[in-house]
């Protein structure tokens, strides 16, 4: 019997004589990719010296329809596969015919990519309100406690659309839901100048459709992501979609100031609006809701994806569990109200950041979009870095249960540490580094109570996470709006900061005693 085997990172291929050609991964799964009869010649002289090598593969199958068939002989030899998510941005699949060395995507790869893609854009969007409402404040004459109404406009229909949103992708597939909702949003912030001039009124509703249609953003990556990803892939998987998100708001703090000194206010929201639809065109191209409905995905890829699931989790949404069940449950309050406080203080920071920075410390607009850049920019990478890190911890033996309570308890308890020594900030450098602190541990959370609703309830977690997030939602309106209040009444940012933080504290406490990582709902 004659061998060949070659290895790619933690993948192996091996051939024989008597096998065919397998793939092997870290986990264990063998994955027959083609059967074929071969000629190998190998030795070598004392001396070190090799004599050539030659393979020549005979037959070749090809994936149709679920099945394997043999294609045609062929005199070359060929190796398609693809590898875990730590072959993402490495060489994960190869080709040898002659000297050439050719390299293949793995489909969600491609996925995540377009995924952290709409979620810039989705951010990005809302971040041009936050910079643009300054001028139109002034042009318009609006009061701190109106301008917070006007900040808050687009919750108010992102509160009533996560949990529609989230049952549609459970059941339907996320690829269409999340499709319309960034097409309703792109119109919407193409629409948001003209209905500024038209009447508070307009604009108020333009806002709520806007926050309608986003309201599907999170619902919907929660479904297709555990679709696609197995279980210790998706916390590294959310951190590059939800690094996307947190880039968004660094381009648009960085770009919105530049553009509306040269375009204006009218263009700046037309250009964003319009880089959605650019978006839609790839999506429906490159996506399938479901890999097993994917044309181009390997087997071996699909059967990686399947082997790091559980039965359930491969399973397809059926009758969605009631309310009142979903809501019996403690490990469900556990998420629901730590949605409430990273929501409280997230869209405090997002809304108010360059206002803070604009009253507190009297920079302009174009400097205090900078300095609210750069927390932001820390946020996309700490993100990943929770997501691997929380990846890793489970694949070296950690349950999953202590590893969402330890992401979750440095997604609360850092960020509210940073906002108590906010007070004690004396220049806007230092105001910045702190925040930073704040928002960049605060991402830690996306490897906590984000993730923990498809540990919980893997076939139903738009639907769960629908819920919860509208939750999160109200007090994200509530928040918003008292901030407004606050500064408006008190004179003073570091208050409404306070609160937040002790809110940190507290559902902190609550998630670690309450919240697990085993599945929930059946």
Known sequence: MAAISHSLGSISLSTSRRSGLSIHDSSRVSVPLLRSSFTSISSSSSSGGGVSKAIRVEERWILEGGNRKKNERSNRGAVVCSAGM???????????????????????????VMMAMVMCLCNADRVVMSVAVVPLAAKYGWSSSFLGIVQSSFLWGYLFSSVAGG???????????LAWGAGIWSLATLLTPWAAQHSTGMLLAVRA?????????????????????PNHERATAVGISMAGFHLGNVISFLATPIIMSHIGINGTFALFGSLGFAWLGAW????????????????????????????????????????????SKMPTWAVLLANIANNWGYFVLLSWMPVYFKTVYAVNLKQAAWFSALPWSVMALSG?????????????????????????????????????????????????????????????????????????????????????????????????????????????????????????????????IYATGEQVFF
Not at 86 to 112: D, Q
Not at 168 to 177: N, P, S
Not at 394 to 415: H, W, Y
């Open 86 to 112: 730590e072959g993402i941005g490495r060489g994960v699949a190869k080709r040898r015919e002659g000297l050439g060395l050719g390299f293949v995507i793995p489909e969600r790869a491609k996925l995540v």
């Open 167 to 177: 049952a549609l992708a459970d059941r339907y597939g996320g690829k269409r839901v």
């Open 209 to 229: 459709l806007f926050g309608l249609a986003e309201g599907v953003a999170f619902p919907t990556m929660s479904t297709l992501l555990p679709r696609w990803f």
């Open 284 to 327: 429906f191209l490159s996506i399938s809701n479901d890999p097993r409905d994917s044309p181009l995905i390997s087997k071996a890829e699909l059967q990686l994806i399947r082997a790091g699931k559980t039965d359930s989790q491969t399973e397809t949404a059926g009758k969605f569990p009631p309310i009142k069940d979903l809501l």
């Open 384 to 512: 990943y870095v929770a997501g691997a890190s929380s990846d890793s911890l489970i694949k070296s033996g950690c349950s999953v249960t202590l590893v969402r309570k330890i992401m979750q308890s440095i997604g609360f308890i850092g960020p509210g540490i940073a906002l108590l020594c906010l007070k004690f900030a004396r220049t806007p450098a230092v105001a910045a580094v702190l925040m930073t602190i704040a928002l960049s541990l605060s991402s830690f959370s996306q490897a906590g109570y984000f993730l923990n609703v498809q540990d919980i309830a893997p076939k139903s977690a738009g639907f769960l996470h629908g819920i919860t997030n509208s939750a999160g939602t109200l007090a994200a309106i509530v928040s918003t709006i008292g901030a407004g209040y606050f500064v408006q009444w008190l004179g003073s940012f570091q208050a409404f900061l306070t609160l937040t933080a002790v809110l940190y504290f507290a559902c902190s406490i609550f998630y670690n």
